[in-house]
C-alpha cells in the first residue's frame, strides 16, 4: 500500500509570545491557518461581534 501523501501546504501559525489577546483566541501552539479560521469564527460568535441582527 502506498504511503499517505502529506496535506498540501503544511505550514503553521504559533501566537506564543504575542499579546494576551491573540493567546487567548488562538493559544499557544502551532496551528493551521484553516484551524486559525475556525477559533476565530467562534470567538467572534462568542462575543457577538457580527453586525447581524
Sequence with gaps: ???KKP????????F???TDSLEKVFGKSPIAPSEMTKKLWAHVKSKNLSNKK
Design 1 to 3: 500500500m502506498a504511503a
Design 7 to 14: 496535506a498540501f501546504g503544511g505550514y503553521s501559525i504559533s
Design 16 to 18: 506564543a509570545g504575542q
